[in-house]
């Protein structure tokens, strides 16, 4: 690392954080703007705000490193404010006036379709960086999260095994969007052709921001003490997961009754939240913070240097997670594509991040699949500890390909596995 460049990049940025919108006039205009579009405020803030840090710091590391095609890269950062469509106003606001060659962001799968269309009427390019239920393919998006069947399939078939508790019912707790509903079609399907009987299923919804989960909590314990191991499987969003978790730990629904395995739950969310008495209940995702090798290392230090020279609040106790992870490779795999297409034309750059390669934090290398804009990804369940980490407790043994459309939902067999060109 070039530190001299390096520190001179982070002031950089910190000074276009600190402006906000207005950032790109005082850049020259030999610079490639990059839209950064994620929720700043709002029930999203707790899981965004970090998306958006993540991604100044990258832009600043590449930028260190020279920028590409030789240009230093701008960023125009946004807030739909947990908005969804706000999120289409801003994207087409980031792609027609501020003339950005790519963004990153979104969270939520209602924010990422209010947002599909515009980037397909103007031929812009989006990187989504989350989980997300799959039954869908676009030429302008590529996904760096998971797919369900490198998350949340995976983690249904550890509650079932022997080292996950051989569960038998299972409650499919989400808030009430696209992500949970369809997740956890796919899941009822899936659990079905397992053999699970339709009465040891129990589905429920709570809205965005909810925060009373005392009701629901006690129709788990009832639905528990039937007779038959159960677990909960959460697609819970946003901040409704710290009155959730606190409200389980109130309860006493301690993992070795009840082990709830979060999709949207992190070592970001889990900052707000006393873990103690949550230890042993488990997440499913592609990265966690706790994975030892160089590279982690090196980005876990990143991050919190960054946190540091900025000023973030709790700069102390910065933690890194698995949306974060996904931000960073796709931003690293855009730069790639474009040196490589030798150009930021969306159609030319489309064409060139297909096969690109990444050495990712999770200790693989990850690739962009040739036809389907999504990513190989290993897939990791952790348990939670007592410091809000994760303790690996199972792993695939590589990176495994994307499903976005799923084998559980009649039909898809017959769809194609890349996005129609036009």
Avoid at 9 to 15: D, E, I, M, V
Avoid at 77 to 86: E, F, G, H
Avoid at 165 to 183: M, Q, S
Avoid at 349 to 374: C, L, R, W, Y
Wanted: hydrophobic residues 40%; contains cysteine.
């Amino acid at each position: 690392m070039q530190r001299r460049h390096f520190v001179k990049a982070l002031t950089l940025s910190a000074s276009i954080a600190a402006i906000g919108l207005t950032a790109s006039s005082a850049y020259a205009a030999d610079t490639i703007k990059v839209g950064i579009l994620h929720s700043l405020s709002g029930t999203m803030a707790i899981s965004e705000t970090a998306l958006k840090e993540t991604a100044l710091m990258t832009i600043a590391e590449i930028n260190a490193k020279g920028g590409v095609l030789g240009k230093q890269l701008e960023p125009v950062v946004v807030d739909p404010a947990s908005n969804w469509p706000l999120f289409a106003e801003k994207a087409r606001q980031l792609v027609s006036k501020d003339k950005v060659a790519v963004v990153f962001g979104c969270w939520t799968s209602v924010s990422r379709k209010s947002v599909n269309p515009v980037f397909k009427e103007l031929n812009g390019l989006l990187f989504y960086p989350v989980q997300y239920e799959g039954e869908e393919l676009e030429k302008n998006v590529f996904y760096t999260g998971a797919a369900p069947n490198q998350q949340a399939i995976p983690a249904v078939e550890y509650l079932m095994s022997k080292d996950g508790g051989e569960a038998k019912r299972f409650v499919l707790l989400g808030t009430d969007y696209v992500y949970p509903r369809t997740t956890n079609k796919i899941l009822r399907a899936f659990l079905k052709s397992k053999g699970v009987a339709e009465a040891d299923i129990m589905e429920e919804y709570t809205p965005f921001g909810h925060s009373d989960y005392q009701t629901i909590i006690a129709k788990i314990k009832k639905f528990a003490s039937e007779g038959k191991k159960t677990a909960v499987v959460s697609t819970i969003n946003g901040d409704s997961n710290v009155p959730f978790y606190k409200e389980l730990g109130n309860a006493g629904l301690k993992a070795t009754d009840v082990p709830v395995v979060a999709f949207s739950v992190g070592e970001e969310e889990l900052r707000g939240v006393d873990t103690k008495p949550l230890l042993g209940h488990l997440a499913a995702w592609n990265y966690f913070e706790s994975i030892k090798n160089p590279t982690n290392a090196a980005f876990i230090k990143a991050y919190q240097d960054w946190a540091k020279k900025n000023n973030l609040p709790k700069a102390d106790t910065v933690v890194t997670n698995d949306p974060m992870e996904a931000t960073y490779i796709g931003i690293h795999m855009w730069a790639q594509a474009v040196e490589k297409a030798k150009s930021t034309d969306t159609d030319k750059v489309i064409a060139a991040v297909g096969g690109q390669k990444f050495k990712a934090p999770s200790g693989f290398t990850v690739e962009m699949d040739p036809k389907n804009h999504h990513l190989h990804k290993p897939v990791f369940i952790g348990e939670v500890k007592g410091d809000g980490q994760f303790n690996v407790v199972w792993k695939t043994k590589g990176p495994v390909k994307a499903q976005p459309w799923s084998p559980f939902i009649e039909g898809n067999d017959k769809k194609k596995d890349e996005p129609d060109t036009k």
